[in-house]
């Protein structure tokens, strides 16, 4: 079984900053691409961040440049950079993996249970 656990959500003022971690753990034998999602009551989830496993980086348009996704392969950990924030970012941030629990094994995706971020005017 593999598990996602996020943390480092919480409540801030507008123009503060906050990092999100997710690290995933169980028999994990390859992840590909590491991502940020975030659903806002009443919207549809929608993508934040990826990051290939090459270190390769998107970013949804209206995150681009306030926030910054890496990760640490060795830890299976994959990290969101939140500065600059925004009322408008309020929202369940989830992370989620695309990886294999065996070389045999099929490619799929796994989420993590969700971290609040609450971002006051």
């Known amino acids: 079984q593999v598990q996602l656990v996020e943390s480092g959500g919480g409540l801030v003022q507008a123009g503060g900053s906050l990092r999100l971690s997710c690290a995933a753990s169980g028999i994990i034998f390859s992840i590909n691409t590491m991502g940020w999602y975030r659903q806002a009551p009443g919207k549809q989830r929608e993508l934040v961040a990826t990051i290939t496993n090459g270190g390769n980086t998107d970013y949804v348009d209206s995150v681009r440049g306030r926030f910054t996704i890496s990760r640490d392969n060795a830890k299976n950990t994959v990290y969101l950079q939140m500065n600059s924030l925004k009322p408008e970012d309020t929202a369940v941030y989830y992370c989620?993996?695309?990886?294999?629990?065996?070389?045999?094994?099929?490619?799929?995706?796994?989420w993590g249970q969700g971290t609040q971020v609450t971002v006051s005017s």
């Open positions: 989620s993996l695309r990886g294999k629990r065996a070389i045999v094994a099929v490619w799929q995706n796994y």
